[in-house]
């Protein structure tokens, strides 16, 4: 079983920048691709931005482009979300997700097999 937890969420200010990072065990990190999903109160979840097993292949949603920045470390078994200038509409409970097809780019919930629990994000004005 593939295990995934979140971590790096916390209160920060508009502006700020925060790194969140997502750990994996339980598999065969480098074999899949991982993708940011974030859901905020009262709406459904939104695809963020996903990344092939071998980090060379991204997509990034258009409303964080030019903000946001997904990349992993396949030696640590670690995803990384680099969120720059961020706003309050940026706060939601963000979640990482893992594929086992590694060079999967999609944006559709159930593509992706394994899941986190989450962490908080709230983006203070």
């Known amino acids: 079983q593939v295990q995934l937890v979140e971590s790096g969420g916390r209160l920060v200010k508009t502006g700020d920048s925060l790194r969140l990072t997502c750990t994996a065990s339980?598999?065969?990190?480098?074999?899949?691709?991982m993708a940011w999903f974030r859901q905020a109160p009262g709406k459904d979840r939104e695809f963020i931005a996903s990344?092939?097993?071998?980090?060379?292949?991204?997509y990034i949603d258009g409303s964080v482009q030019g903000r946001f920045t997904i990349s992993r470390d396949n030696a640590k078994n670690a995803l990384y979300l680099q969120m720059n200038r961020l706003k309050t509409e940026d706060t939601s409970v963000y979640y990482c997700?893992?594929?086992?097809?590694?060079?999967?780019?999609?944006?559709?919930?159930?593509?992706?097999?394994?899941w986190g629990q989450g962490t908080q994000v709230t983006v203070s004005s």
């Open positions: 997700a893992a594929s086992s097809e590694g060079t999967r780019v999609s944006w559709l919930e159930r593509h992706y097999e394994y």
């Open positions: 339980g598999g065969t990190f480098s074999n899949f691709a």
């Open positions: 990344i092939h097993s071998n980090g060379e292949g991204k």
